[in-house]
């Protein structure tokens, strides 16, 4: 069982460059969500998704889009990277409830940086 | 919105006991977490609280008062590999995803 894989787990990019953050889940969980995570400031919201073909905006959206085409799977894109844009970037995902205790398992973390 | 407010840093001597609170501001609550980061990994799931008490879990406890909404993180005994970030978590309005607070480094010395 290999839980929530991202990869890669290390990109630099350029100014502009594009790029897809891949996020995959094997725990059939309904809610998966991106973060990022910058010094003294936490995990901060990107998007999240509660299914397949349902998303929404979280915290710091500007920037990002993302997808949810299947349960595993929930990329998220980096349309025209910017340098403000360097953090390490995790994956969640948990089982859909909302009053009940929702444990998220987390990622290992992309690190990415931008020139 | 969500917003948590926690102490940035904490230090504390092997096999002392330390507390790292945490208070929010919540649209809807579902809840009050607490997760562990050690340096370079991920955020691993420590334990939950629905209603007002403690929980215990081992040399870890957590307790909330949602009258006052605030909670905190009870480390006893501790041990050099409790050195890590703690973070507490409210679910957002919809209750859908995580809302974090900024984090407090525990830093444990012999």
């Known amino acids: 069982n290999a839980g929530v894989t991202q990869t890669p787990k290390f990109q630099v990019l350029k100014t502009g460059q594009s790029m897809t953050l891949q996020c995959a889940q094997d725990m059939n969980h309904e809610y998966m969500s991106w973060y990022r995570q910058d010094p003294g400031m936490g995990l901060r919201l990107i998007h999240y998704s509660v299914g397949a073909g349902i998303t929404d905006q979280g915290e710091v959206p500007n920037g990002y889009n993302v997808s949810r085409s299947t349960t595993e799977d929930f990329p998220l894109r980096l349309l025209s990277a910017a340098p403000s844009q360097t953090s390490v970037y995790f994956c969640a995902s948990s089982y859909s409830t909302v009053t009940m205790n929702t444990e998220a398992f987390f990622g290992q973390g992309t690190r990415l940086t931008v020139v | 919105g969500q917003s948590l407010e926690q102490p940035s840093e904490v230090t504390a001597v092997e096999g002392a006991i330390v507390q790292i609170n945490c208070t929010y501001q919540t649209s809807g609550f579902y809840g009050l977490s607490w997760y562990q980061q050690h340096d370079g990994g991920a955020p691993t799931f420590l334990s939950y609280?629905?209603?007002?008490g403690l929980e215990e879990t081992g040399r870890f406890s957590s307790f909330l008062s949602r009258s006052d909404s605030y909670g905190y993180l009870l480390l006893q005994e501790l041990q050099m590999k409790d050195s890590a970030s703690y973070f507490c978590?409210?679910?957002?309005?919809?209750?859908?995803?995580?809302?974090f607070g900024k984090g407090t480094t525990l830093s444990v010395s012999s």
């Open positions: 978590a409210v679910k957002n309005q919809a209750g859908t995803a995580l809302i």
């Open positions: 609280n629905a209603l007002d």
